[in-house]
């Protein structure tokens, strides 16, 4: 009996050691697309078959489960919602997650100083973990990439891994340098000009990051000199310069969805709408 509960304690550590966390940054205002009737996040983004009182039925499919679902196929099995004052019809929509098939939690961030600040309200709960980390209004093919990255991950024993999408429009996003043993040199953040053609659309990251997050946001945050936002971008590029294990894994046949902007948005709703282009994705 003895060796039986040895057995299951190391079952059980082994577990624990594994566990894989998502997080999701889901407080802002979605100002760009405003005004909706609700968060951008719960905003209905094509269909999905689904169980609904004993009956399968089609019904709308919000913008933040395609992040979801991508999460859970890579082996997430609890993820932390961070939202701000307001955005409770998140809650009511995921509740505990239990009808989508994993653990949700909530937290709560009080001031909207940028997404470092709010990934790191969730600090407590990610140390020792491997973190999963998606935008929840984007959409990204492979809908596999997350377990993709996490494989390649291991195997190079990064600290942080980014996914990485092609994109011809740098002016609006970070775009990422990296070299042939994807090794990330350098992220810079909307440049006006630039040759790279990847950006980042999600990532994952060990312990180490984790901690250097939430050593320096304070910091930065708090620099009065500093004339922009802090953005994500400035800690990837910290990690680099602290010599942390930055790696990228390009997606070059893939693609990146964002629904932040009217345009995006209109082209999303009418692409969905028509078909359904999960059907066959590897």
């Not at 350098?186 to 984790?210: I, Q, Y």
């Amino acid at each position: 009996m003895v060796g039986g509960h040895e057995h299951y304690r190391e079952a059980l550590m082994k577990l624990i050691e594994n566990q894989r966390i998502g997080i999701i940054p889901a407080a802002g205002r979605g100002l760009r697309i405003a005004p909706l009737p609700g968060s951008k996040e719960v905003f209905p983004i094509g269909f999905d078959d689904r169980i609904v009182e004993g009956e399968k039925r089609r019904c709308p499919k919000v913008v933040s489960q395609y992040l979801i679902e991508r999460m859970i196929a890579a082996g997430v099995n609890h993820i932390y919602f961070v939202l701000s004052e307001g955005k409770y019809d998140i809650m009511r929509y995921y509740g505990d997650g239990g009808h989508f098939g994993v653990h949700i939690s909530y937290l709560m961030v009080d001031e909207l100083i940028g997404m470092p600040y709010t990934l790191n309200v969730a600090y407590p709960w990610l140390r020792g973990e491997t973190v999963v980390f998606g935008m929840p209004d984007t959409i990204f093919k492979p809908v596999d990439a997350f377990k993709q990255m996490l494989t390649q991950h291991t195997r190079l024993k990064a600290d942080l891994t980014l996914g990485l999408f092609p994109t011809d429009q740098p002016w609006r996003l970070s775009m990422v340098k990296f070299d042939d043993e994807k090794r990330v040199l350098a992220v810079s953040d909307k440049p006006a000009n630039s040759e790279l053609k990847h950006t980042w659309g999600c990532a994952c990251w060990e312990n180490r990051f984790s901690e250097l997050l939430n050593d320096q946001i304070r910091a930065l945050v708090d620099d009065k000199q500093r004339q922009r936002e802090v953005v994500l971008a400035d800690f990837f590029n910290m990690a680099v310069a602290e010599k942390l294990n930055v790696r990228a894994l390009a997606f070059d046949q893939g693609e990146y969805i964002d629904i932040g902007s009217p345009q995006d948005l209109e082209w999303a709703v009418k692409l969905f709408a028509q078909s359904n282009p999960e059907t066959g994705v590897q």
